[in-house]
């Protein structure tokens, strides 16, 4: 398996996107509707599947491994963007939500990263994309976001994102770490990775961190970010009924009359 070599910049701190430069025919590969922008003799492509050379073979093998994408809540289809030109090109693709991109040199991780199943972005051409299966029941049916995993194989770099805060922990043989579900961004492919539960009627009922949380044990790296989306989309959800009635003024006289005129009191 062979990838395709791309150079890239990335921009931004809170709102990232990078920037990737292409010789004449290479080509990334993106989840629809990641792009930002594109020079001119970028062309873009809709393909089935990951593009990756593990996905040339029949057309029932392609659908099948399509399909397990759909589980993690992904589209069957994704965007090949090829430099058509003679000269060098860019492409940008940008952070769906606030926080990191990171790039994954998959080469020096063993040819294998396991990740939330959001948090892929872009990749060079010959990465595969597909799904990881959690063996134990605990895992399937309690894990949460932490569940329908992602896998990305290969010898190329592969981008991915997180929301928040980002930190790696790189975990000695048997050290074990426990996380919120939500939180685990990645996870080299070495790390085994189980679903326990809180315990306690009082932590169950009241604790306010779940009824579950992932422990993840080394050797290798996992990647934590500090403000799962689920959190995020919740709380911007629970603000929304006082949204509309805050938009004028936020509060200030001004707003208040605004209001009153626009009939809203």
Same mark, same amino acid.
């Given at each position: 398996?062979?990838?395709?070599?791309?150079?890239?910049?990335?921009?931004?701190?809170?709102?990232?996107?990078?920037?990737?430069?292409?010789?004449?025919?290479?080509?990334?590969?993106?989840?629809?509707?990641?792009?930002?922008?594109?020079?001119?003799?970028?062309?873009?492509?809709?393909?089935?599947?990951?593009?990756?050379?593990?996905?040339?073979?029949?057309?029932?093998?392609?659908?099948?491994?399509?399909?397990?994408?759909?589980?993690?809540?992904?589209?069957?289809?994704?965007?090949?963007?090829?430099?058509?030109?003679?000269?060098?090109?860019?492409?940008?693709?940008?952070?769906?939500?606030?926080?990191?991109?990171?790039?994954?040199?998959?080469?020096?991780?063993?040819?294998?990263?396991?990740?939330?199943?959001?948090?892929?972005?872009?990749?060079? $051409?010959? #990465?595969?994309?597909? *799904?990881? /299966?959690?063996?134990?029941?605990?895992?399937?049916? +309690? %894990? @949460? &976001? !932490?569940?329908?995993?992602?896998?990305?194989?290969?010898?190329?770099?592969?981008?991915?994102?997180?929301?928040?805060?980002?930190?790696?922990?790189?975990?000695?043989?048997?050290?074990?770490?426990?996380?919120?579900?939500?939180?685990?961004?990645?996870?080299? $492919?070495? #790390?085994?990775?189980? *679903?326990? /539960?809180?315990?306690?009627?009082?932590?169950?009922? +009241? %604790? @306010? &961190? !779940?009824?579950?949380?992932?422990?993840?044990?080394?050797?290798?790296?996992?990647?934590?970010?500090?403000?799962?989306?689920?959190?995020?989309?919740?709380?911007?959800?629970?603000?929304?009924?006082?949204?509309?009635?805050?938009?004028?003024?936020?509060?200030?006289?001004?707003?208040?009359?605004?209001?009153?005129?626009?009939?809203?009191?």
């Amino acid at each position: 398996m062979y990838s395709h070599e791309i150079d890239y910049n990335i921009y931004g701190d809170d709102m990232q996107f990078v920037e990737i430069e292409l010789d004449p025919r290479e080509t990334v590969v993106a989840e629809a509707g990641a792009m930002m922008m594109m020079d001119n003799d970028i062309e873009m492509e809709t393909i089935f599947g990951d593009g990756s050379r593990k996905g040339n073979g029949s057309f029932m093998d392609k659908l099948f491994s399509s399909g397990k994408r759909v589980l993690t809540g992904e589209s069957l289809f994704m965007t090949a963007f090829t430099n058509a030109g003679n000269g060098r090109e860019k492409v940008s693709f940008a952070s769906p939500y606030p926080g990191k991109i990171i790039p994954m040199d998959l080469s020096q991780l063993g040819g294998k990263l396991i990740c939330q199943k959001d948090a892929f972005l872009c990749a060079a $051409k010959g #990465i595969s994309v597909g *799904i990881d /299966f959690r063996k134990k029941l605990s895992v399937g049916f +309690f %894990g @949460g &976001e !932490g569940f329908i995993l992602e896998k990305l194989e290969g010898d190329g770099i592969a981008f991915i994102h997180a929301c928040g805060a980002l930190i790696k922990k790189d975990l000695m043989p048997g050290e074990v770490l426990k996380i919120d579900t939500g939180c685990i961004v990645a996870m080299t $492919k070495d #790390i085994h990775y189980d *679903i326990q /539960f809180v315990g306690g009627i009082k932590n169950t009922l +009241f %604790g @306010g &961190e !779940g009824v579950f949380f992932a422990t993840v044990q080394g050797p290798g790296s996992v990647w934590v970010q500090s403000l799962p989306f689920s959190r995020l989309a919740e709380r911007i959800f629970s603000a929304a009924p006082n949204l509309g009635n805050n938009r004028k003024g936020e509060g200030s006289i001004l707003g208040t009359i605004g209001n009153l005129l626009d009939g809203d009191n």
